[in-house]
Structures are given as structure tokens and as C-alpha cells.
């Protein structure tokens, strides 16, 4: 496995660094402080499968590395590590193909468990965002199962859904739900519709500001 970190301060870098040795050892980890050395390193290393990247890079706004990057390798995971964790700065990561959104404030342990998330094929918010979803309608009476089944929701759509606010990637959830990964993606894309969303971070905000608690883990 190969990693690339894009952080123009050496201090983050190496305490990333050593994250990354924790979880996968065997990993071969570049390093660039700005854009230009970063599109240098994935010119020269077509087999890069990670990319930790600051949106607040000296020689370019990060947002546009990250839309090139995806542009050029859909496959590429991308985890945006920021000091901004605004939730509209958090949309637009994921509206632009992040898999992952690790504020620098966040506790090392909890960094940790966002990188094994995407690692096995997750998508990481930070818990912050979602709760900042659900503050402004603190009298909102969560959302029941029935009342998502009257967007048009059957028990299995629903806890389809259950397990995309969880992060778990198609394959796990059909894992999870014995069924074939098709047969999630058609789920999902009924989720997504029934939510009048167009991604999987958009349902996860919305139902968050609806106040849907999710089925007991012993439910899934």
C-alpha cells in the first residue's frame, strides 16, 4: 500500500506519519508540503491507493488538488485533513469526492478509527458536523421508522440506510445484510431519492437533522 501526505507543516506530517505506520506497517508513505510536489509524487507513482491532503496548501487551494485528483483517478481514496471544519467546508469536500473529513484538532484515537473506516471502505463526518446538523431543531421529534416508511422506505431500504449513516461501504452493508452489492446500490439509490438527495453525505446530514436514532447494534 502506498500513502501520500500533502501538508505544508513537517510536525503534521510526521505525527501523520506515524499514524499511518501504526495502522499499516507495511506502508509506503511519500510526503509533499505543497501541490506542485504532490501532482509530481502521483505523476511518478501511478499505484498511490490513499491521500491525506490540506485543503490550506501555500501554492493552491486544496479543493482544486482534490477535484484534479479525482478527475484524473476515481479509485484514489482521499482524506481531507483541515483546520477548517466548518460543515459547508465539509459538504464541499464531499461533494468533490473525499472519502473522509478529519478535522486537526481531532483526538489521535479517534484519527485512528477514521482511517480504518476508510480503509476498509468507509466514509468518515466528523461527529461534530452531524451534531451541529441536529442543534438548531432541538424540539424536532425524531423520525420513527414508520415516518421514514411514508417516504416510500420498506424495512430493508431503511436499514440499508442504518448502515450508510454508520459509513459502511456497499460491500460491508451487503455483507452485513446478506444480499448482493447490486442489490444495496439500487437501495441506496432509492434512499437517496426518497431523501431528495444527491449523495450519501447529504442523506447522512439530513437524516441527522431529522433525528432518526438508528436500530440497536443487535439489530445490525
Not at 499499516?24 to 491507493?49: C, F, G, P, T, Y
Request: hydrophobic share 45%.
Amino acid at each position: 500500500m502506498k500513502v501520500l501526505i500533502v501538508d505544508d507543516h513537517a510536525l503534521i506530517r510526521e505525527a501523520l506519519h506515524s499514524l499511518l505506520k501504526e495502522l499499516k506497517r507495511e506502508a509506503v508513505i511519500l510526503e509533499a508540503s505543497n501541490s506542485r510536489q504532490a501532482m509530481h509524487l502521483l505523476e511518478e507513482h501511478a499505484d498511490i491507493s490513499l491521500i491525506l491532503l490540506d485543503i490550506g496548501l501555500p501554492d493552491r487551494d486544496g479543493f482544486s488538488v482534490l477535484r484534479e485528483v479525482r478527475e484524473r483517478d476515481a479509485t484514489i481514496a482521499i482524506i481531507i485533513i483541515s483546520s477548517s471544519d466548518d460543515q459547508d467546508t465539509v459538504k464541499r469536500a464531499f461533494k468533490l469526492g473525499a472519502l473522509g473529513f478529519i478535522p486537526k484538532t481531532t483526538k489521535r484515537e479517534v484519527m485512528l478509527n477514521a482511517m480504518k473506516l476508510v480503509f476498509s471502505g468507509g466514509l468518515y463526518i466528523p461527529s461534530e458536523i452531524l451534531e451541529e446538523t441536529i442543534c438548531p431543531w432541538p424540539a424536532t421529534k425524531p423520525a420513527t421508522r414508520g415516518s421514514l416508511k411514508n417516504l416510500g422506505l420498506t424495512d430493508r431500504q431503511i436499514e440499508v440506510l442504518a448502515l450508510l449513516m454508520k459509513g459502511r461501504s456497499n460491500k460491508v452493508i451487503a455483507k452485513t445484510l446478506n444480499m448482493a452489492v447490486p442489490t444495496v446500490k439500487n437501495h441506496i439509490t432509492v434512499v437517496l431519492k426518497a431523501l431528495s438527495v444527491n449523495t450519501r453525505t447529504e442523506a447522512i446530514i439530513k437524516v441527522g437533522k431529522m433525528g432518526w436514532e438508528l436500530p440497536p447494534k443487535s439489530e445490525l
